[in-house]
C-alpha cells in the first residue's frame, strides 16, 4: 500500500511539477526569442521663471528652480497612451515588427487590433519616474538592437514634441485672454474718458473743483472784507450817529458784500442739482472711474506683454540626460531565472495541492 502511494506520488509529481518545468525549459532555450533593451533619461525643463523650491539640486545644474510633478507625470502617462502608439506605430510599424519574430508567449499576434498593440507596447516599454528628481527612466524592449535604440529615439522625440505642443497650446491660451482682458480695459477706459468729456460739455465746465475752490477763495476774501467793514463801522458810531453819512456808506458797502457772499454760497450748496457742491461730487465718482480704468489698462498691457513673450519662446523641453545607446547583450527572456522561479513555484504549488489532498482524505476517514 505504501509502495503504491509512493508510486501514485511519484507520478504526480512528475506531471505537475517535472513536465511543466520542462516544457518551460524547452520554450525558454528553443523558441523563446531573444529581447534587447534601450534606456534614456530625460527631465522636463522649466524654461520660463519659476519660483520654485528644488530639493535635488538638479535645478542649480540645469539653470532651473524645478521640474514640476505634474509635467513629469503628465508625460509618463503620454507616453503609454494610445496616441503616442499610434504615432509610433505609422512611423516604425510596430504591429510589423512586434509580430515578425516566431514566438508562441512573447510575440505579438498578427492580427491584432489597436488595443491589443497598445497592451503590447505597454509590456514592451517601461517608464519609471524618480519622485526625488522627477527625472523620467524610459526603458524599451525589441526583438534586434537596432529597433530597440530606433523606438527608444523615436520615443524621445515624440516626447518633446508633446511637451512642445502642450506648453504652447497653454501660452496661447494665456496670450488670448490677455488680448481679451487688454480689450475690455481699453473700451473701459474709453467709456471712462468720453463720460468725463461729455460731462464737461454738458455742464460747461472743465473742473468743477476748481471752479469750487475759486469760489471759496473768492468768498473767504470776501468775508475778509466783511470783518473789515464792521470793524470800521463799529469805529465811526464811537464818534459818529448812526445817521451820519460815512456809517451810511460803511452800511450799504457791508450789505452789498453780505449779498455777494451769500450769492457765492449759493453757487456751492444749494438743493439745486446745477450747484457746484453735486457737480464736484459726480465729477469726482468720474474722475474715479478713468482712474481704475486707467489702473486696469496699465495692468492689462503688461500681462498681455509678457503673455506675448512667453508665447514666443519656448516654455518647456526635454532635456535628455543619458541617451539611448545600441543594446550588445540580449537581457531578456531571463532564461535561468525564470526557469528557477518556474522550479520554485511549481513545487509550492505541488505542495499546496498534496496538503489539500491529505486534508480531504482525512475528512472523508
Known sequence: MQTKFKKSLWIAYICCVLIPLLIIIVYLFSFAKDRYQSSSLVLVKQVADTQV???SGLGALFGVSSTSREDSQILKEYIASRDMVVKLNEKLNLRKEFSSVQDPVFALPEDASIEDLVEYYNKMVKVELDEQSMMLKINDQAFSPEFSLKLNKEILKESDAFINEVSKNIAEEQQRFAEKQFKDASSQLEQARQAVLTYQ???????????????????????????????EERT?????????????????????????????SAKLTSPSNAKLNKNVADFEALKAQVGFATDLYKISLASLEKARLEASRKL??????AEPMLAQDAQYPRKFYISFTSFIVLNILFGIGMLIRSIVREHKE
Open 53 to 55: 523650491s528644488d530639493s
Open 201 to 231: 460739455n454738458e455742464n460747461e465746465i472743465f473742473d468743477p473743483e476748481l471752479q469750487a475752490q475759486a469760489v471759496a477763495t473768492l468768498i473767504s476774501s470776501l468775508q475778509a472784507n466783511l470783518a473789515q467793514l464792521k470793524t
Open 316 to 321: 518647456k523641453k526635454l532635456v535628455i540626460i
Open 236 to 264: 465811526l458810531l464811537s464818534y459818529l450817529t448812526p445817521d451820519a453819512p460815512q456809517v451810511v456808506a460803511v452800511r450799504s458797502q457791508i450789505q452789498s458784500v453780505q449779498e455777494q457772499i451769500a450769492s457765492e
